[in-house]
């Protein structure tokens, strides 16, 4: 279902930014975790992008909200970009 899309995709991300940039991001709150992210040298507008996507994740699986394929989309798309922009820098 859609929760377990928005989890498998933050958790995902959660697992490659520990390993890539060893960000203890599994146990993290997204707060917790937005917060790590921004000192990880990212852009801003990407950072910007994926902080929105990893809130609006917390909000399809803990508050009830009922995404559009729009959000779907995006949300797959940010995650997919800021891998590769984070690979592209090494």
Do not use: C, H, W
Request: avoid cysteine.
């Amino acid at each position: 279902g859609t929760k377990e899309y928005y989890s498998r995709l933050t958790d995902i991300f959660r697992v490659y930014i520990l390993r890539r940039k060893g960000i203890m991001s599994l146990q993290k709150t997204t707060d917790d975790l937005v917060v790590q992210l921004n000192n990880a040298g990212m852009d801003k507008e990407q950072f910007g992008s994926l902080s929105q996507v990893l809130r609006l994740a917390d909000f399809v699986k803990f508050a009830k909200y009922v995404p559009s394929e729009e959000d779907n989309r995006v949300v797959f798309e940010v995650i997919k970009e800021t891998i590769e922009k984070i690979e592209q820098k090494g």
